[in-house]
């Protein structure tokens, strides 16, 4: 823009070499990229300091005039800029196979899954990156996998019932014992453990689940009791899957439960994620819980082609997160706590809202946007915002 | 292994917690009363962390896509 101008002044005093350019925008406050772009220019064409000065002044200007002004209604302009692009999206539950044949709900769903804020969304999934020593190797990154993934007794052996003997009978597969990295004695442990009134034995290579009770409510409640006992890894973990990427391994799960698996040793807990935005929320804090949405938002939403500028996301994610804790965009959150009944009446469940004010006596202070359109006054938007007030002196 | 700090996390910003004189000279620069700030629950698990108390200021140092880095203030709650 002005770029042009500037040049021709450089000829007459291009002597700023080693120029330190940071102290002129200490004088003005623009943003870190924006300081970068200029600086780097600034350098390029060895500005001194007169043009330096006279380079970043304008850029002010004109950094000002592109600031959002007072009044603007941000907040409804974020709201179309989602909502417009979100018309386009798919409406239907699209399972894709996204990372390694695990699903993750995708589209509309999924976003309105973030807006929400649902303690457990539908395809809970993490990515677990691992320490250096770790990372590099496919044996030892399948031994994280094991030591996160829940595995069953029926994953690795063969359960069936005596009902004249009242007892069970286990018979471990071998290969797949090897593979998840347990021993028949690993085995009996768990049993011997997770089970009550029963007596656990080991014989030819099969445990012998022997009830103590001579019931058969207590055999049948003892097998659900067995199918359901996890033997190793994290019971939310469903699935585990060891894929190779940029030089490391990285495992991506089905199911999610970040708190657990940030303790597993071989973990990389620093570069750990997950899609769950509440649970990030509960363990890593407030903060986190907004790039967490931010992510996630923007992610969804370029997944499907679709490019919405971040800004309107992080204000979306401010309002989320701005008391502190996690709330949806919704009647139980934001909309719902607004403090006009008119407002609140005007958003969902129109008739409950306006009877409940009515019970209580409340009263309508006609402070908001949509209360004041609703009873056709002007609104504090914009212009509106202005109130014009008379000094008597100055007449 | 030393014990995992959520400050390392690449989701957790960097929480700075102010000191009343701090706090004082945010809040006049900003033109604000505290409750105006946006809170952070003491219970917060980075809160937890850097020992906030209810009251107290925290300076939160975000990576922004848009600006690199971005200044935000919390009220402890």
Redesign the interface.
Same mark, same amino acid.
């Given at each position: 823009m002005s770029e042009e101008k500037v040049e021709g002044e450089i000829e007459e005093n291009a002597s700023g070499e080693n120029m330190d350019y940071d102290k002129i925008f200490e004088e003005f406050p623009l943003? *870190? +990229? !924006?300081?970068?772009e200029i600086k780097n220019e600034l350098v390029k064409i060895n500005a001194s300091e007169d043009v330096a000065r006279k380079v970043v002044k304008k850029c002010y200007e004109v950094y000002l005039r592109n600031l959002m002004e007072p009044g603007e209604a941000a907040g409804i302009v974020a709201a179309q800029s989602i909502g417009e692009p979100g018309t386009q999206m798919t409406m239907r539950t699209f399972h894709y196979a996204g990372v390694a044949e695990i699903d993750v709900t995708l589209g509309l769903p999924r976003l309105i899954e973030i807006l929400d804020v649902r303690k457990n969304p539908s395809t809970p999934m993490m990515t677990i990156r691992l320490t250096e020593e770790y990372a590099q190797d496919r044996s030892k990154a399948r031994e994280v996998a094991n030591r996160i993934e829940a595995t069953y007794v029926l994953d690795i052996a063969d359960i069936a019932t005596d009902i004249r003997r009242m007892r069970i009978l286990v018979s471990p597969d071998e290969k797949a014992m090897e593979r998840k990295g347990l021993t028949l004695e690993d085995l009996k442990k768990k049993i011997e453990k997770g089970l009550k009134n029963v007596e656990v034995e080991e014989s030819d290579g099969k445990i012998v689940v022997q009830v103590t009770e001579p019931s058969y409510k207590v055999l049948m409640d003892t097998l659900d009791k067995l199918k359901k006992l996890v033997l190793a890894g994290i019971k939310e973990i469903r699935r585990v899957i060891i894929r190779k990427e940029e030089g490391e391994y990285v495992l991506y799960t089905e199911g999610s439960n970040l708190k657990k698996v *940030?303790k597993v040793k071989g973990v990389d807990?620093? /570069?750990t #994620?997950t899609n769950n935005i509440y649970e #990030?929320y509960? !363990?890593?804090?407030?903060?986190?819980a907004r790039?967490?949405i931010i992510q996630e938002a923007i992610n969804t939403l370029e997944e499907q082609g679709l490019e919405v500028n971040? /800004?309107h996301i992080?204000l979306v994610a =401010?309002v989320m +997160?701005? =008391?502190?804790?996690l709330r949806q965009i919704g009647r139980h959150g934001v909309a719902g706590e607004k403090q006009s009944i008119l407002a609140r009446a005007a958003f969902e469940m129109t008739v409950n809202n306006l009877l409940d004010a009515a019970v209580r006596g409340d009263v309508d202070k006609l402070k908001g946007i949509t209360e004041n359109i609703i009873v056709g006054q002007p609104i504090k938007l914009g212009t509106g915002d202005v109130e014009l007030v008379l000094k008597m002196g100055k007449l | 292994m030393s014990k995992f700090k959520l400050h390392d996390h690449i989701l957790v910003p960097k929480h700075i917690l102010l000191s009343d004189e701090e706090a004082e000279e945010v809040l006049k620069t900003l033109g604000v009363s505290k409750e105006q700030l946006p809170k952070i629950r003491a219970d917060d698990p980075v809160a937890k962390e850097i020992g906030a108390k209810p009251g107290q200021i925290v300076k939160i140092i975000r990576e922004s896509p848009t600006a690199g880095k971005s200044i935000a203030y919390r009220l402890v709650i």
């Open positions: 943003p *870190m +990229t !924006v300081k970068e *940030m807990a620093s /570069r #994620i #990030i509960e !363990v890593l804090g407030i903060e986190a790039n967490a971040v /800004r992080m =401010d +997160t701005a =008391d502190g804790e | -």
